[in-house]
């Protein structure tokens, strides 16, 4: 099953269960770019801004995926968002704290 999205051209096949996307034109609609911007400003993850755009209720875009926030984000040329220094301590206690005794 093919579906063709109107607002940015972007082809899916179903294969398997899963949306194989032809990427050979990810520009996304500019309606969602403030949204994309907080994304790569840090102010929201990419569930959060996922949900912000669905929230938007555009019809070519009703189920956006964080992985489709990421790439759309690097498509208009943002960069992606580094973590702070405390969210990268935080999570290296919790690994050493969950990894088995040797």
């Known amino acids: ?3 063709l999205t109107k607002n940015y051209n972007m ?3 179903e294969k398997d269960g899963f949306f194989m996307t032809d ?3 990810i520009l996304p609609d500019q309606r969602i770019y403030p949204v994309l911007k907080k ?3 840090g102010d929201l993850s990419a569930v959060d801004a996922a949900y912000e755009v669905q929230k938007m209720k555009i019809p070519d875009i009703p189920f956006p995926s964080a992985s489709e926030i990421i790439l ?3 498509a208009i040329g943002l960069s ?3 973590p702070d220094q405390e969210n990268i301590e935080d999570q290296i206690e919790e690994i050493l704290a969950n990894m088995p005794d040797k």
């Open 1 to 3: 099953m093919k579906i």
């Open 23 to 25: 990427k050979t034109n």
């Open 80 to 82: 992606l968002p580094e």
């Open 39 to 41: 994304y790569a400003d």
């Open 11 to 13: 082809r899916r096949e």
């Open 72 to 74: 759309w984000s690097r």
